[in-house]
């Protein structure tokens, strides 16, 4: 079966300094792996997507994520945070060989960052 | 472009009512999709439409839970009567296409239900 973890419910980082929110997961096929971020009262943002090719992938407002096929992970990252980071970030997956649409979303990490 | 619309936004409502929510995707968009969002946890799939059809229903409580997307277009979903553990936040979420594309799936701002 499909699932995704989130190891940490919360991470906190200074501002101005590297941050990173940690994603691994397991499904049966080539997996495609999404970032999501939601600010309170909010839907989901995207933020990036691995299909395939590279293994990192940028995305919106300075976010890059890195693919690692071998420890089955997926760690979102930004080499500067900032305060207007601070929300809660969902890693998501969705099997390749999965005719339907279904992700499959871990259970979120709030991520603090203070000034 | 417009992004997905809900509404309402917020509901509260007593146990063994009904409720309908509202869900109007981004224009063109084949796929839409119901989540379920219970406080602390990740969505989770409730139902799958491509245009007026059904794709994945297999998480929806069906004694209880109805969706619908007659034209193709906009859709509801209905919950009757409500449980307390029905109180989460709806979310509604649209894409291009589905299938073998692993297209990136938009959300509209949520309904946030609570069941007292």
């Known amino acids: 079966a499909q699932s995704v973890a989130q190891p940490e419910d919360q991470v906190n980082v200074a501002e101005g300094n590297p941050l990173t929110v940690k994603c691994t997961y397991s499904v049966s096929g080539n997996p495609y792996l999404f970032w999501y971020v939601q600010y309170p009262n909010r839907g989901l943002q995207f933020l990036l997507k691995y299909i395939t090719g590279d293994n990192l992938v940028k995305g919106s407002y300075g976010f890059e994520a890195e693919f690692n096929k071998s420890q089955t992970s997926f760690h979102l990252k930004k080499p500067s945070a900032l305060v207007s980071d601070s929300a809660l970030y969902f890693c998501?997956?969705?099997?390749?060989?999965?005719?339907?649409?279904?992700?499959?979303f871990g259970q979120g990490t709030e991520l603090s960052v203070k000034p | 472009e417009a992004g997905v619309a809900q509404s309402p936004r917020y509901k509260i409502i007593e146990k063994r009512q009904s409720v309908a929510f509202w869900c109007n995707p981004i224009s063109g968009h084949a796929t839409l999709y119901w989540y379920q969002q219970i406080l602390g946890q990740g969505p989770k799939l409730l139902i799958q439409f491509q245009n007026n059809g059904v794709v994945d229903d297999s998480q929806l409580p069906k004694d209880r839970f109805s969706a619908e997307r007659l034209k193709g277009v906009d859709s509801t979903l209905k919950i009757q009567p409500a449980k307390l553990e029905d109180s989460a936040v709806y979310l509604c979420?649209?894409?291009?296409?589905?299938?073998?594309?692993?297209?990136?799936?938009?959300f509209g701002p949520g309904t946030r239900l609570t069941v007292l």
């Open positions: 979420a649209s894409s291009l296409v589905s299938g073998g594309s692993p297209d990136t799936q938009y």
């Open positions: 998501a997956v969705r099997d390749g060989y999965n005719q339907g649409g279904k992700l499959i």
